[in-house]
């Protein structure tokens, strides 16, 4: 069975730095693009990026470029999120999702999310 | 801002037909890219409902469906049931600098 598992709620302040975490399992977790959602509360759905963790190639939305990292660690077939500097407007679920099959753009199986909360 | 646009709500009592529209432009759906559409209950992640503008995964009941024409897509749930209330996004590919996955504004379906 595919499954992603996020990391759990975080509460941060401004200015500090976050990692959030997805695991993958049941599947070849080297051989699928795993992308990055944020939801902001009351909000929509908003791409943010995308790994490849086979040889981490990775892609941002424009407007996200610069303002996160995307990696991953194929050994423990993990992907993360993170953030150097949070701000208040990161406050959002964000959600990882394992994109389909080679030349397929939808997200196929989705994490439970992880809340993020930033407030001083 | 998202790119492919719908409805902020649709409503329907029980057993009817409704539709949600997914409009977008010559960068994305009119280009040829298919139309994705995923369900989001109320506190849980989205899931994926029909994939490849019609295709239903396993698990997913025939009351749902898709269609795409031109630069716009639409899902229709037919038999409306009380579950079937929730959120639903669009989601396509963009080959403008918006940059790759785009996901619609999202519709609530409210089961009157």
């Known amino acids: 069975e595919v499954q992603l598992v996020q990391s759990g709620a975080e509460v941060k302040k401004p200015g500090e730095s976050l990692k959030i975490s997805c695991k993958g399992s049941?599947?070849?977790?080297?051989?699928?693009?795993i992308g990055w959602v944020r939801q902001m509360p009351g909000k929509g759905l908003e791409w943010m990026g995308i790994?490849?963790?086979?040889?981490?190639?990775?892609r941002y939305r424009p407007s996200f470029q610069g303002q996160v990292t995307i990696s991953a660690d194929k050994s423990i077939s993990t992907a993360y999120l993170q953030w150097s500097s949070l701000k208040a407007s990161d406050t959002a679920m964000y959600y990882c999702?394992?994109?389909?099959?080679?030349?397929?753009?939808?997200?196929?199986?989705w994490g439970q999310g992880t809340l993020v909360t930033v407030s001083s | 801002q998202s790119v492919l646009t719908q409805p902020p709500s649709v409503s329907g009592a029980p057993g009817q037909r409704v539709t949600i529209s997914c409009t977008g432009s010559?960068?994305?759906?009119?280009?040829?890219?298919?139309v994705h559409w995923y369900q989001q209950l109320p506190g849980t992640a989205p899931k994926l409902l029909i994939y490849?503008?019609?295709n239903r995964p396993s698990g997913v009941p025939d009351r749902f469906s898709g269609s795409k024409s031109g630069t716009s897509a639409s899902l229709a749930i037919s038999g409306l049931q009380a579950e079937d209330e929730a959120d639903y996004y669009c989601?396509?590919?963009?080959?403008?600098?918006?940059?790759?996955?785009?996901f619609g504004t999202g519709t609530k379906v409210t089961v009157l």
């Open positions: 999702a394992r994109r389909g099959r080679a030349g397929d753009d939808y997200f196929d199986y």
């Open positions: 989601q396509s590919y963009d080959s403008s600098l918006s940059g790759f996955y785009v």
């Open positions: 490849v503008n019609s």
């Open positions: 049941g599947y070849s977790f080297t051989s699928y693009w």
């Open positions: 790994i490849y963790p086979g040889d981490s190639d990775t």
């Open positions: 010559s960068s994305n759906i009119g280009a040829g890219y298919d």
